[in-house]
């Protein structure tokens, strides 16, 4: 099984930018689809962004479209969310996810790592 650790969260003012990283062991990375979500306090966790397994096809939440990009190194094993024009309602704690199917549903994925915060705050 693969092991997962995201790094790369903070504080950050309204309208800034941050990069998530989610730094992946064991197993061979590329062979799973990688998924981010995010969960703010009190409420559920939530889907953010999807990319296949060779990093070609991407899949967002409305949300975050245009906004957030997604993608992957598999030479170096990790998973890597570009946060740009953060808003205060991005705040949460992010998760990336290892699975072996094409999903936007938290129900799919088999590995999680501890989460990152992200705080968004003038």
């Known amino acids: 099984q693969v092991q997962l650790v995201e790094s790369g969260g903070g504080l950050v003012q309204p309208g800034g930018s941050l990069r998530l990283s989610c730094a992946a062991s064991?197993?061979?990375?590329?062979?799973?689809?990688m998924g981010w979500f995010r969960q703010a306090p009190g409420k559920d966790r939530k889907f953010v962004a999807v990319?296949?397994?060779?990093?070609?096809?991407?899949a967002y939440a409305d949300d975050v479209k245009g906004r957030f990009t997604l993608s992957r190194d598999n030479a170096k094993n990790t998973l890597y969310l570009q946060m740009n024009t953060l808003k205060p309602e991005d705040a949460a704690v992010y998760y990336c996810?290892?699975?072996?199917?094409?999903?936007?549903?938290?129900?799919?994925?088999?590995?999680w790592g501890q989460g990152t915060r992200v705080t968004v705050s003038s």
């Open positions: 064991g197993r061979t990375f590329s062979n799973y689809y």
């Open positions: 996810a290892a699975g072996n199917i094409w999903s936007a549903s938290d129900r799919s994925y088999t590995t």
């Open positions: 990319i296949n397994r060779s990093g070609d096809v991407t």
